[in-house]
């Protein structure tokens, strides 16, 4: 066996224990996936109102210091409103401060020079996370600003929901946590997002495009790591003082 198929059937390995708990599995699932995306936002928003018009995997965001975020999920309602879905199974990858940065983040973009304030739409954050982070034993947290004083709702338009991953009920939210936890399409409850695991996992072609995705990251991490080394030895370089910096 050559290390090309021995690599093959490692990815395939892994695609099998792959559950939508998997930020990057679950972006491959959900990308331009509006029927899954919709029943997401219809289970944990409980708003009829908004209609799932654009589905977005990896966003990219960049701020004006240079600092970066790609959006796990990126949707926009046929209004505009942008809704961010992120899974994080570390707990200290979803401290509220990151929360709030994908806020100021999606803000930032909605807007055009001049705009009045009063256009910025409402903005969801949704972090879809493995363990009980809050620790409130809760299946969801709704975080919104108030008026302290008066216990009012400020109305700046930005929500931020953290979803218990390790919520087991029998409603929408825990069976929707139950299928982010399966491996196994048939055990999943939705047929939304099982349909979707099922062609990922089991179809020539979704495992193929699955193995695809996991080869660039592997080459994208090599010319990393190989541009960090070559960055050290230049350092070092000029710490000895042996060359110039041309010469380097």
């Known amino acids: 066996m050559d290390i090309r198929e021995s690599t093959r059937l490692k990815d395939l390995e892994r695609i099998a224990k792959f559950r939508l708990m998997d930020d990057d599995f679950m972006s491959v699932v959900f990308n331009n996936n509006i029927e899954a995306t919709q029943l997401v936002v ?18 990219e ?24 879905i992120e899974i994080q199974r570390a707990d200290k990858g979803a401290v509220p401060q990151r929360a709030r940065f994908h806020s100021s983040m999606m803000d930032s973009e909605m807007l055009e ?57 029998t409603d929408d939210i825990g069976k929707l946590m139950h299928d982010f936890r399966c491996t196994k399409a048939e055990e999943m409850k939705f047929a939304a997002l099982s349909d979707k695991v099922k062609y990922f996992k089991e179809d020539e072609g979704g495992r193929g495009t699955v193995c695809k995705i996991m080869e660039d990251m592997r080459n994208e991490a090599t010319v990393e790591a190989t541009v ?10 000029l710490k000895a003082g042996k060359l110039s910096v041309q010469e380097i």
């Not at 960049?62 to 505009?80: H, M, P, W, Y």
């Not at 960055?231 to 370089?237: C, G, Q, S």
């Open 228 to 237: 960090e080394a070559y960055k050290a030895v230049a350092i070092n370089l």
């Open 113 to 169: 020079k001049r705009d009045d304030f009063s256009k910025l739409k409402e903005s969801y954050v949704i972090f879809i996370t493995e363990n009980d982070v809050l620790k409130k034993s809760l299946p969801i947290y709704h975080i919104n600003r108030k008026i302290e004083e008066t216990n009012e709702d400020f109305g700046d338009g930005s929500h931020i929901i953290y979803v218990n991953g390790k919520y087991n009920g």
């Open 61 to 84: 965001y960049r701020s004006l210091q240079g600092r970066t975020i790609k959006l796990d999920v990126f949707a926009e309602d046929k209004n505009g409103l942008p809704i961010d």
């Open 42 to 59: 219809d289970i944990i928003l409980k708003d009829k109102s908004i209609k799932v018009k654009k589905v977005i995997s990896q966003k």
